[in-house]
């Protein structure tokens, strides 16, 4: 029996069926056309056999879509509700059992999953994307691509490259993981209820940490400082990492090759790694 995909009338039944409202609160859109489902899923090259992690995978109308490859699915799901619904509903559309494994949790305090998903694949809530994103990426190290969808101007700044107007934290950081891209977009047209922003669709492929894990925590903190004063050089916005003084800052900087002059939109993640390294050389 082939699995088969949610329509929009379909959705909005088991939507009243479950007395469910999309909320803002939990950047709830859902999906509700299925060439758009199955676009993101090919985009993601999902194969058979595969373990695909989704995250917020709501009535279910992306899981069914990734189902119907034949990989198996680990959806995480924070609303009870719909967590408890999912396994029905997929069974309903001809999904074999085992196939799906429902996580009734939120996305940001999961450390732990069956098996090894090697993709992830989800419909990000517009309100913590980026956080999802980087606590998957570091917490479960054998994801190696995927592609999410997200607010347009979230996925802008994932994808951006340094030295563009919205190149900040997030785009640095992104990066500290591997190489990001912009895959599409998507009309507003295809949510239920229709979102007042646009989206887009993006890609990513892991690559090796560019450093240790103690290196990143300290990136990472050096990465933030940089972006909370974005429009002061360096060796201002720094200080308070770097020693306390612009002065200190600027020698570590020197140290690191990075003109004390220079603002953050300008560094790569290598960059600031390298600045990360110097301030703990500096402090031995």
Do not use: C
């Amino acid at each position: 029996m082939p699995v088969t995909l949610l329509g929009a009338a379909e959705v909005r039944a088991l939507a009243a069926d479950l007395d469910v409202t999309p909320t803002k609160k939990l950047g709830q859109n859902f999906v509700v056309d299925a060439n758009t489902v199955r676009k993101i899923v090919h985009l993601a090259g999902v194969q058979a056999r595969e373990h695909v992690v989704e995250v917020g995978p709501g009535l279910g109308s992306l899981t069914l879509a990734i189902l119907e490859t034949g990989a198996d699915v680990t959806a995480v799901e924070i609303d009870h509700r719909l967590a408890e619904r999912l396994p029905a509903t997929a069974s309903a559309h001809g999904v074999p059992e085992g196939a799906l494994r429902v996580i009734d949790q939120d996305a940001l305090r999961v450390t732990d999953l069956p098996g090894d998903p090697t993709v992830l694949v989800a419909n990000l809530p517009y309100n913590v994307s980026v956080p999802v994103l980087l606590h998957f990426l570091e917490t479960f190290r054998s994801i190696a691509r995927g592609v999410v969808m997200v607010q347009a101007e979230v996925g802008e700044r994932l994808a951006a490259p340094p030295g563009s107007k919205v190149y900040g934290a997030p785009s640095a950081k992104a990066a500290w993981w591997g190489s990001w891209r912009l895959a599409g977009t998507v009309s507003r047209q295809v949510f239920w209820p229709v979102p007042n922003v646009d989206s887009v669709l993006v890609g990513f492929e892991r690559a090796e940490p560019l450093g240790s894990e103690e290196e990143r925590i300290l990136t990472f903190r050096i990465i933030d400082a940089a972006f909370q004063q974005r429009r002061k050089m360096l060796r201002q916005a720094l200080a308070a990492v770097l020693g306390g003084s612009a002065l200190e800052a600027s020698v570590v900087l020197e140290r690191a090759g990075i003109a004390p002059t220079a603002r953050g939109e300008e560094l790569t993640a290598a960059e600031f790694l390298r600045i990360a390294r110097a301030t703990a050389a500096a402090a031995r």
